[in-house]
């Protein structure tokens, strides 16, 4: 069973690691600067087994008419076990309960898994680089 909670991990520590194992911390960045991006996140779904961090999304929201959903990741070893669609479902379902319209961004290799959970495509994102 996947221990499912919105209080962050003890150590960020474990949220490096897990952004270590994907490939997702081409900016280098910092424990404290994850803690940050989650602490300054309108809501926060973390998945443990037990106790530790195996997976989590996250909504960036004004609170009123939409929350984009991102961050969403789980450890390789725990991937395909429902841990994402059930993440996702939590912050859905918050944003529901608040009147938010639920977005997000993905590559385009996770279109279909995101359509399988009732997403559709209705937009070009784009993105700027910065120097950090």
Do not use: H
Not at 5 to 11: F, H, L, M, Q
Not at 47 to 71: Q, W
């Amino acid at each position: 069973m996947f221990d499912y909670r919105v209080e962050p991990p003890n150590d960020f520590k474990e949220l490096l690691d897990l952004y270590d194992a994907l490939g997702w911390n081409s900016l280098n960045l910092t424990a404290d600067e994850l803690r940050q991006m989650c602490m300054d996140s309108w809501y926060s779904v973390y998945a443990f087994k037990e106790n530790k961090l195996v997976g989590m999304g996250r909504i960036i929201s004004d609170g009123v008419i939409t929350g984009v959903i991102c961050g969403v990741c789980v450890l390789p070893d725990y991937q395909s076990r429902g841990i994402g669609k059930e993440i996702i479902s939590r912050l859905v379902q918050y944003c529901e309960e608040r009147r938010v319209i639920p977005q997000l961004l993905c590559v385009e290799k996770l279109e279909p898994y995101y359509e399988k959970m009732g997403f559709k495509k209705f937009s070009i994102g784009m993105t700027g680089d910065i120097n950090r």
